[in-house]
């Protein structure tokens, strides 16, 4: 298994340009969820997904969309990037939403100018 | 408000001691889990160690052990016997939702920063 998978590692966007943070787990999680990482404000929950065709916001859903049209990929879209979006953004999946061990991918590290 | 207070930005330890990581939770919500999580400098979110809100022994997993007082709405992890590679960022997290309402959102305090000393 590859695990929770993530693309870019790294990307460099301009104010106003539109991107996917791709997200892909080979684990048959029914739980995804995206995270970004701020320094020194731990990690906040974007969106989450509880199953293929449901997704729920979390606590910072402003600028993101996120779907779900497979168990495996849950992919993050940037609508029209500002620098208030420069962050670390980490995917998650657990093997059913009430399990007790998440599981990260290993980050994408997001600029934007 | 803050759900999952951390408030110890930095710690230090003297190798093969042990040391303790403060964690405090607010919510009303009858079945939550508690968690913790290493971020090592390399990043990545390595899993630790799981408490749910219903369980009754603390839990452990080899020299880390979780802390539970649920009156207090505490949850602090035990590191024994520290080590130089348990120096990293530690988050402390909770899981609310459940139940009905099928909604199942994680928190996270802002991470107790420890460095291991030899």
């Known amino acids: 298994n590859a695990g929770v998978t993530q693309t870019p590692k790294f990307q460099v966007l301009k104010t106003g340009q539109s991107m996917t943070l791709q997200c892909a787990q080979d684990?048959?999680?029914?739980?995804m969820s995206w995270y970004r990482q701020d320094p020194g404000m731990g990690l906040r929950l974007i969106h989450y997904?509880?199953?293929?065709?449901?997704?729920d916001q979390g606590e910072v859903p402003n600028g993101y969309n996120v779907s779900r049209s497979t168990t495996e990929d849950f992919p993050l879209r940037l609508l029209s990037a500002a620098p208030s979006q420069t962050s670390v953004y980490f995917c998650?999946?657990?093997?059913?939403?009430?399990?007790?061990?998440?599981?990260f991918g290993p980050g994408t590290r997001l600029t934007v100018t | 408000a803050q759900k999952i207070t951390q408030t110890q930005p930095g710690m230090f330890v003297q190798e093969k001691e042990a040391v303790t990581l403060d964690c405090t939770y607010d919510?009303?919500?009858?079945?939550?889990?508690l968690f913790w999580y290493k971020q090592p400098s390399s990043g990545e979110m390595i899993f630790l160690i799981y408490?749910?809100?219903?369980?009754?022994q603390n839990a452990t997993e080899g020299r880390y052990s979780l802390n539970f007082q649920k009156a207090r709405k505490s949850a602090n992890l035990v590191i024994s016997a520290s080590q130089l590679g348990d120096s990293a960022m530690y988050f402390c997290?909770?899981?609310?939702?459940?139940?009905?309402?099928?909604?199942?959102?994680?928190?996270f305090g802002t991470g107790t920063r420890l460095k291991v000393l030899a």
């Open positions: 998650a999946s657990t093997i059913r939403r009430d399990s007790y061990e998440q599981y």
């Open positions: 684990m048959n999680h029914e739980y």
């Open positions: 997904s509880v199953g293929a065709g449901i997704t």
């Open positions: 919510t009303s919500d009858p079945s939550y889990g």
């Open positions: 408490q749910g809100s219903y369980d009754q």
């Open positions: 997290a909770m899981r609310e939702g459940g139940g009905t309402s099928g909604t199942y959102k994680y928190i």
